[in-house]
């Protein structure tokens, strides 16, 4: 299969070490369950959008970012049984170098370059599956739709709109290993 993995709060932490670096700068104490859409100020009264966006701007924000825990050991396994794996983000071009060299290749290293594909538009792009955080990557996409769980996306009915909900990699290697098992079957 060739399986479509989104990056920011789907392999890696981004929302956690964002929250964490505005309330250290602004003296703060946002929890990440505050966040329930892609404003990320919202929470933060007072403080204007742009103070919070300035954060993921700054020099070494990327390298402060964490894996998000089983990513690494999914991703290498799906390799491992044959799939093929990119990484389809909607990385910014301030930010491609320190995401990239500071962040994917630092945590996955197993990954390549030609594993990356930069885009806003993630419905363009051909795979099996895509895994996402952002409902706004799924909608439309010719993929099977895994929702990756997250503050923002918590109400959303992802099984009316065609899409299965998981909260963690473990539950994306189970349905990914029986996706793979349904189809050997239906081929024999
Ligand atoms: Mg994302």
Redesign the pocket.
């Known amino acids: 299969m060739i399986i479509l993995v989104?990056?920011?709060?789907?392999i890696e932490q981004l929302l956690e070490a964002w929250v964490r670096r505005a309330n250290e700068k602004y003296d703060r104490n946002v929890m990440l369950d505050e966040i329930t859409s892609w404003n990320v100020a919202a929470p933060y009264t007072g403080l204007t959008r742009k103070q919070i966006y300035d954060v993921i701007y700054e020099k070494g924000f990327w390298e402060s970012v964490k894996p998000m825990p089983g990513a690494a050991e999914a991703l290498k396994h799906f390799m491992d049984e044959g799939h093929e794996v990119f990484i389809v983000t909607a990385t910014e071009p301030e930010h491609v170098e320190e995401k990239m060299k500071g962040l994917l290749f630092r945590y996955f290293p197993f990954l390549s370059w030609s594993q990356v594909i930069i885009t806003g538009r993630k419905q363009m792009i051909r795979g099996d599956v895509l895994i996402?955080?952002?409902i706004h990557n799924l909608e439309g996409g010719e993929y099977r739709k895994i929702l990756f769980t997250a503050p923002h996306n918590r109400n959303y009915d992802a099984e009316a709109n065609g899409m299965i909900r998981v909260r963690n990699w473990e539950e994306i290697v189970q349905m990914i290993d029986q996706m793979e098992k349904r189809e050997r079957g239906a081929l024999k």
């Open positions: 989104d990056m920011d709060d789907t996402d955080d952002g």
